[in-house]
């Protein structure tokens, strides 16, 4: 399995691309990604137990006090699981890149780059979704607590 990762290597040199230097930038890439995925799998992590610790801590907490905004504090513990939830969605696409990356470039497998090419779109194609979706509760808030604060102003 002797096969390069970029099969159609032209053979002149004054080329554009530099395949070694690429290769270099992919793995120092991939190095990082696996780090960054590594520190975001311990913060999930950290956010779960966060969450199980307010859940859990909430029913002693709700006998001696009242919320201060007038619900639950068990709500703010499934908060912290959602949150958990969306963030391990992109940490796992970054860790599938990181480790397809570095195995397809020792292994010179252009299947296993690809993959973690794969992995890095759709790592990026749902923080792009994800962007567009937050954006849009900004302006539906906007649009709604705007006219509303008018509206209410004495």
């Known amino acids: ?5 970029f099969e159609n290597k032209p053979t002149n040199e004054n080329t554009v691309f530099s395949y070694e230097e690429i290769n270099g930038y992919l793995k ?4 990082w990604a696996k780090f960054l995925a590594v520190v975001g799998y311990v913060s999930v ?13 909430a029913s002693q907490l709700n006998n001696f006090t009242q919320s201060p905004v007038g619900m639950p504090f068990e709500f703010l513990g499934f908060v912290y699981l959602v949150l958990a939830g969306l963030y391990f969605i992109p940490i796992n696409y970054l860790y599938k890149f990181a480790s397809r990356m570095k195995s397809g470039l020792l292994l010179h497998d252009k299947t296993m780059v690809t993959s973690g090419f794969e ?12 962007t567009i979706v937050i954006l849009s509760i900004y302006a539906l808030l906007l649009i709604v607590v705007v006219p509303v604060a008018i509206f209410l102003a004495p």
């Not at 992590?45 to 801590?57: D, E, H, K, P, T």
């Open 1 to 5: 399995m002797d096969m390069e990762v």
């Open 28 to 31: 120092e890439t991939s190095s």
């Open 45 to 57: 992590g950290l956010l779960v137990l966060g969450a199980l610790f307010v859940i859990l801590g």
């Open 119 to 130: 992995n890095l779109k759709s790592l990026f194609k749902f923080m792009g979704i994800l």
